[in-house]
């Protein structure tokens, strides 16, 4: 089992950054990659990005490369977002996951967070 908890949501004005954490607990955490997904309101759950165990691999959705970057502290059991230039369209509830199988853009993650609200405002 895994636990894992976001935080570093709040608001924001369209321009600025925000850094999200997702903290785990539990299993070894070096078994398992970790992706950030987002939902706005009606819609879907949406791939942002995923960082490999190791941290060596990462990977973006399209409309956030270049401006949001994941990275991993395997000492302290966390997993970050750092979300730059951040425009109206990325307001969202953002989730964090785990897996210990493929990485993949899909919601087939065995752990999930309770999520964080990101609010853009223009």
């Known amino acids: 089992q895994v636990k894992l908890v976001e935080s570093g949501g709040g608001l924001v004005q369209a321009g600025g950054s925000l850094r999200l954490s997702c903290a785990a607990s539990g299993r070894t955490f070096t078994y398992y990659h970790v992706a950030w997904f987002r939902q706005a309101p009606g819609k879907e759950r949406e791939f942002v990005a995923v960082?490999?165990?190791?941290?060596?691999?990462?990977d973006y959705a399209s409309s956030v490369k270049g401006r949001f970057t994941v990275t991993r502290d395997n000492a302290r059991t966390t997993v970050y977002l750092q979300m730059n230039s951040l425009n109206t369209e990325d307001t969202a509830v953002y989730y964090c996951a785990a897996t210990s199988g493929a990485v993949v853009r899909t919601t087939e993650y065995e752990y999930w967070g309770q999520g964080t609200q990101v609010t853009v405002s223009s």
């Open positions: 960082i490999t165990r190791s941290g060596l691999g990462t």
